[in-house]
Every structure is written in structure tokens, then in C-alpha cells.
């Protein structure tokens, strides 16, 4: 079965400053799709970023970029020039190799407090 | 376009009872997933339809079943409720084709307590 960990229960960061949230996955498929999502209080989850695994360069939106090291199996979400409202859960999910659906699997989800 | 709802947001039930959860996609998505999310389990798969017919489904027990409409509207309904039931359930339409096919947008839950 697919798995997705992320080690980082909970992360601070300092307003402004950039932060690496971890993500590993495990797969034995060379064709599978990797996504971040954050997650605030309110429970709504927002996608942030996608990553195909035959992409070749690290995708990147705004002010995320998804540091994508296939080799290792990791997909680890930069955010740059963090904000007050980034404070959230973050999330890192797959979906399964060969997967015409929308059947995610998804990691344990890390804490982010942004600090003023 | 309007997000994807989700009705009821609350819910409180008592063991052995059942519910019915709705969901509504956003226009033109024809993709609804569902998802149960729990302290201790985290956010699991339960099921996915498109068109009306379902695509794929998690590991749950048979308990849980859903359903989707012609409209694309889906319904997730949990019979003989047990304490371990509580949890927020997200649902999550997809387009499926187009620059944006690649994601799923949620709803904002719906938290059932089953007491």
C-alpha cells in the first residue's frame, strides 16, 4: 500500500521567513501525482500545489514550491516570505500510481504557526 | 462558481442510529469524494463516484455507503452508528478535464458526534 509520512508533528516559523514542511512518500509505480493541502481551524481543506512524478521541473505556485526529489521519495512544500495566515495544518497526499480517480492518500499533516 | 456545500455542517447522533450526509459539487465537476477525518486515523479515503456510478472505495466497513445523483450531488449515509463513527467528513469534487483536472476541492465538512 501506498504511504505518506510526514515526520514534523509541528513547525514555528518567524513572519517573513521561509519554511520547509517535510513529505516522503513510498511507491514502487514510476506514475503517480503528489499534492500539498493546508487546512485551517475552519476544517476546509485548500489545495496549494500538485506535482506529477514525470514532471521534470519542481512546481511552484506564488509563494509555494514543492521541493521534488524523486530519488529520495520526497515532496517537501517551501513556503517563501511566510504570513500571519499561513498558520494551519499542512497536508502532503498521493494519489495511487495508475489512478484514474480521486482516491488520496494522505500523510499525518504538520502544524505551522507563523510567529509575528 | 460556487464552492462545493456540504449540509448538515453539526450533526449529533446517538450510537445505533443512522445519518445521511449531503454534498453538492461545484458546477460542472462530475468527481465526489468522500473522506472521514479523525484525531487518531487522520484523513482516510471512504469512496469516490463519478457519474453516478462508484469508482473507488476505501476500507471501510459496509456500514458506509454513498450514492451519486444525475446532478452530480452525492449522498454518504452511515447505518448503525458506533462512537468511533465521530469525525469531520469532507467531500471533494473534481473537474476532471482542463488545466485544473489534477485537483479536488473540499467542502467545509460536516462534523458528526455520535454520542
Known amino acids: 500500500a501506498q504511504k505518506i509520512t510526514q515526520t514534523q508533528p509541528g513547525m514555528f516559523v518567524q513572519e517573513k521567513e521561509a519554511v520547509t514542511l517535510d513529505c516522503t512518500y513510498d511507491?514502487?509505480?514510476?506514475?503517480?501525482?503528489l499534492f500539498w493541502y493546508k487546512q485551517p481551524s475552519s476544517g476546509e481543506m485548500i489545495f496549494l500545489i500538485y506535482q506529477g512524478s514525470y514532471d521534470q521541473q519542481n512546481a511552484t505556485e506564488g509563494r509555494y514550491s514543492l521541493n521534488f526529489q524523486k530519488a529520495r521519495k520526497s515532496a517537501n512544500l517551501v513556503i517563501s516570505a511566510s504570513q500571519l495566515g499561513d498558520s494551519a495544518m499542512y497536508f502532503c497526499?498521493?494519489?495511487?500510481?495508475?489512478?484514474?480517480?480521486?482516491?488520496?492518500?494522505f500523510g499525518t499533516g504538520t502544524s505551522l504557526t507563523v510567529i509575528p | 462558481k460556487a464552492g462545493v456545500t456540504q449540509t448538515p455542517r453539526y450533526l449529533i447522533k446517538t450510537r445505533g442510529q443512522q445519518v445521511t450526509l449531503s454534498c453538492s459539487p461545484i458546477?460542472?465537476?462530475?468527481?465526489v469524494s468522500w473522506y472521514q477525518q479523525t484525531p487518531g486515523q487522520g484523513l482516510q479515503f471512504l469512496f469516490e463516484y463519478f457519474s453516478e456510478t462508484q469508482r473507488n472505495k476505501g476500507n471501510f466497513p459496509g456500514r458506509f455507503s454513498g450514492r451519486q445523483f444525475s446532478n452530480s450531488r452525492s449522498e454518504m449515509n452511515v447505518s448503525t452508528l458506533e462512537l468511533g463513527d465521530s469525525a469531520l467528513y469532507l467531500c471533494?469534487?473534481?473537474?476532471?478535464?482542463?488545466?485544473?483536472?489534477?485537483?479536488?476541492?473540499f467542502g467545509p465538512g460536516t462534523r458528526l458526534t455520535v454520542l
Open positions: 458546477s460542472g465537476h462530475r468527481s
Open positions: 497526499a498521493m494519489r495511487p500510481p495508475g489512478s484514474t480517480g480521486n482516491q488520496f492518500y
Open positions: 471533494a469534487s473534481s473537474p476532471f478535464t482542463g488545466p485544473r483536472r489534477n485537483e479536488q476541492f
Open positions: 511507491t514502487s509505480d514510476p506514475s503517480y501525482g
